[in-house]
């Protein structure tokens, strides 16, 4: 039983180059979540998905992107990295907002 | 807009204290409060969700308590042991933001041998 999982583990990137954080789940979940979390500090909210098809910013959405074509695909993309991205990638997934979310290993991704 | 509360940001005890870890929030419309650990470098492993219409929520030596209407969560840990030792975020679904999952910075324990 997979849960949730998240490819690459690691990513080292340079400034301006683009990149996707691949995510799925395998529960059948409907709600899908990307946050990052910066050292020090809680999860931060990027964007979020309560369906195929359907997918709505977080509080910090600006230099990303997301599509959700499947139920258990969510991937994220980064287009032109910044500096400021620097930080560890988390996906969840929960079957309804009523649900306990599940969480991947998380992406570490450096842009130097 | 929801806002979700974490102190204190780092807590050490010695091994065996009943501890009590606290989470405010904003927002009391809120559908429930999920608590989550997090070890160094690694994701986030669910502890208790706790609905709305719940007051508490336990899971073996955890006990997890909801007081909406003063906007509080407790997470209380018996017998504290070294293996404890991890961060403890709370994080909340609120009616007015579409449910969507929104967290505390987190509590840092360590429990000393």
């Known amino acids: 039983n997979a849960g949730v999982t998240q490819t690459p583990k690691f990513r080292i990137l340079k400034i301006g180059q683009s990149m996707t954080l691949q995510c799925t789940q395998d529960?059948?979940?409907?709600?899908m979540y990307w946050y990052r979390q910066d050292p020090g500090m809680g999860l931060k909210l990027i964007y979020y998905s309560v369906g195929a098809g359907i997918t709505d910013k977080g509080e910090v959405p600006n230099g990303y992107n997301v599509s959700r074509s499947t139920t258990e695909d969510f991937p994220l993309r980064l287009e032109l990295a910044a500096p400021s991205q620097t930080s560890v990638y988390f996906c969840?997934?929960?079957?309804?907002?009523?649900?306990?979310?599940?969480f991947g290993q998380g992406t570490r991704l450096t842009v130097v | 807009k929801q806002e979700v509360t974490q102190i204190p940001a780092a807590l050490s005890v010695p091994e065996g204290e009943n501890l009590v870890l606290n989470c405010s929030f904003t927002?009391?419309?809120?559908?429930?409060l999920q608590w989550f650990r997090q070890d160094p470098g690694k994701g986030l492993t669910s502890l208790l969700l706790?609905?709305?219409?719940?007051r508490e929520q336990t899971s073996g030596r955890l006990n997890a308590s909801l007081d909406k209407s003063s906007g509080r969560s407790t997470l209380y840990i018996a017998a504290s042991q070294p293996g404890d030792s991890a961060t403890y975020l709370c994080a909340v679904r609120s009616y007015n933001q579409g449910g969507k999952l929104i967290f505390g910075q987190g509590t840092e324990l360590s429990v000393k041998p």
């Open positions: 529960m059948n979940h409907n709600y």
């Open positions: 969840a997934s929960s079957e309804d907002r009523w649900t306990e979310a599940f």
């Open positions: 927002d009391s419309a809120i559908y429930n």
């Open positions: 706790i609905q709305s219409s719940q």
